[in-house]
């Protein structure tokens, strides 16, 4: 028998080696995962996509080090791509159809990559843009994520975000964000402060895996950057230096490239938060162990190089929808490659669960595929992939401004629902990735397959029960009292946005009780008028008796029952119907 100090030697080393297999074993399958997010940063705005006017050394370097999907697509705007990232589903079914008009708000039935990511006892956390609901139960809290600090709707100094509205040119700066549903004041300017307290949430949650999605609202308007950055760019001519290549270069008028001038400053400041969030992973020892994947949600907005593809944001042709896809995770992929299958948005999720060995759900279509395989070096799997895209307001047109893409074929609808397949536009992209060649009279026979599976794609899409049966702000219900109703989740015409004479209305779920209604208005309006407020079968009706002009008005004591229901408030004086600019609900 060994002696006991032998023994306690060898028990020691035992433990040490099984807790060594243990953190082993969770590092495979449990890395940390930072997926990171910019808005409206187009193919093109990029050192590393061949544009020499914009500086990004830091992104340009984890191209050279990562998995770089070199034919990867999102979809044409940004509340779509969102959803369709976090749940590996076409963005239809989740209840996903606009980026305002009450059609950006995600059913609480879908399953995030967050919510599948506490199976594993990650800590979870977003910072930035959501665009997905902004009211109980669509809120980031409801969805997974343990931390939040974000703005409200598609952007900041947008209608929806209330809180920074107001401040017009300096709505990027010193803003007041919502930090775990709570509204609080930050210096600063917005992708510093994002950045800043991702990397905060990051160094906190060091010591066990955790879960960062970094979605930074710029470079989306309005276009404000520090000085500091623009006076880089101020006397740059961004079209300057295109064309010789052969690859469309489309012209710029000066408004143009002043814009061009201002993204890319908004650029280059998030590269170097970039930089900072990098770094700080290598000061914390996790780098190895980080799954960092970057991607941008749509195409640019305003005109500018795109790397000659065709098409803006909110189209779907190639400058709409193609977008850069870097991975980067050295310990399980030490070597960086290009990888050119037909890859997309939905495939995010299921490569997250299978690289955690998490199941992605099973009871709902997903639409993704993992890309372990791919990686690995089997494209079986993605041969005769087909991916659809389409971009309309309020809901779906038929075949206006819609496509399909397979085996590099890509047919694309700008026509009317009852067009002949010859009104339709067909590019081979693999032998012309800048759709500059119609093909569509030599190819009618692999036009007519193409549009008969876009046809069935439209049709179970059309049909979810997330669009047919859309998702409700709940009022009354869980921790969220009071709720702000705000300009981005409201229904009703058609581009609803800071007017004041408008039909709008909100799609909600009312729990029983009494409650105090305060309605704001985009500017003060005339005193002494009718305040309505249409619930259900109930309206209930204030006569405002103040002097002068009021911008708010207040419903005490508003009893009312349960229902799902529209509420619709307008405020009637001198002839005019005005719709409130937000309107706040407290339950007593």
């Known amino acids: 028998m060994l002696p006991s100090k032998i023994r306690s030697i060898f028990y020691v080393l035992l433990i040490f080696q099984l807790f060594s297999f243990r953190h082993s074993a969770l590092s495979q399958s449990s890395p940390n995962i930072i997926l990171i997010i910019t808005d409206d940063q187009g193919y093109g705005d990029f050192g590393f996509t061949g544009n020499p006017h914009v500086s990004t050394p830091t992104m340009d370097n984890l191209a050279k080090k990562s998995i770089e999907f070199t034919n990867f697509y999102v979809s044409p705007v940004c509340a779509p791509t969102r959803s369709s990232l976090l749940t590996g589903r076409y963005s239809l079914r989740t209840g996903i159809r606009d980026t305002y008009n009450g059609g950006a708000m995600m059913s609480t039935d879908e399953i995030t990559i967050a919510e599948l990511l506490k199976e594993k006892d990650y800590t979870t956390g977003i910072f930035g843009k959501w665009h997905l609901g902004d009211n109980y139960p669509m809120r980031p809290s409801d969805q997974g994520f343990d931390e939040s600090l974000i703005h409200l709707s598609g952007g900041m100094g947008q209608v929806g975000d209330f809180t920074t509205y107001y401040q017009r040119d300096r709505s990027y700066f010193d803003p007041i964000l919502w930090h775990n549903n709570k509204q609080e004041s930050y210096l600063g300017y917005c992708s510093d402060i994002f950045a800043g307290e991702a990397i905060k949430f990051i160094e906190k949650n060091k010591d066990k895996p955790f879960f960062t999605y970094l979605s930074f609202n710029a470079p989306h308007t309005p276009l404000q950057v520090p000085d500091e950055y623009y006076q880089k760019y101020k006397d740059l001519d961004p079209s300057d230096g295109f064309g010789a290549d052969g690859k469309p270069f489309y012209a710029m008028n000066e408004s143009q490239k002043e814009d061009a001038r201002k993204v890319y400053a908004m650029v280059e400041n998030i590269d170097d938060n970039l930089k900072k969030l990098f770094d ?37 042709y190639q400058g709409g929808v193609r977008a850069p896809l870097l991975i980067h995770y050295p310990e399980k992929f030490p070597e960086n490659k290009k990888i050119n299958a037909l890859t997309a948005h939905l495939d995010i999720l299921p490569t997250i669960a299978e690289l955690t060995g998490i199941s992605v759900p099973n009871d709902r279509k997903i639409d993704g595929k993992s890309l372990i395989s791919l990686i690995g070096g089997d494209a079986s799997n993605f041969e005769n992939r087909s991916f659809f895209s389409y971009w309309n307001r309020k809901y779906p047109e038929r075949y206006n401004n819609i496509s399909i893409q397979k085996s590099g074929w890509k047919l694309v609808g700008k026509t009317d629902y009852d067009a002949s397949i010859e009104e339709f536009q067909l590019y081979y992209l693999t032998e012309d990735p800048f759709e500059q060649s119609n093909l569509i009279a030599q190819n009618k026979e692999k036009s007519l397959e193409l549009k008969a599976e876009m046809d069935l794609i439209f049709e179970e899409l059309i049909q979810e029960k997330n669009l047919t049966d859309p998702p409700r702000i709940h009022i009354g219900y869980g921790d969220e009292n009071p709720t702000f109703l705000n300009r981005n989740d409201a229904a009703g015409q058609r581009g609803i946005w800071a007017q004041e004479e408008i039909y709008g209305y909100w799609n909600v779920k009312i729990a029983p009780g009494t409650y105090d209604f305060k309605f704001k208005f985009v500017k003060p309006v005339p005193a002494k008028g009718n305040m309505y407020l249409e619930s259900g079968t109930v309206v209930n009706l204030h006569t405002d008796n103040s002097e002068g002009e009021i911008d708010i008005i207040e419903m005490k004591g508003v009893k009312l029952s349960e229902m799902e229901t529209e509420i619709i408030p307008f405020y009637q004086v001198k002839g005019k119907q005005i719709f409130p600019f937000w309107v706040e609900v407290s339950k007593r």
Do not use: H, S
């Open 280 to 316: 700080k992973l290598e000061e914390l020892e996790i780098a190895d162990n980080t799954l960092v994947i970057f991607l941008t949600d749509n195409g640019p907005q305003q005109q500018r190089y795109v790397a000659g593809l065709r098409g803006l944001k909110g189209n779907v």
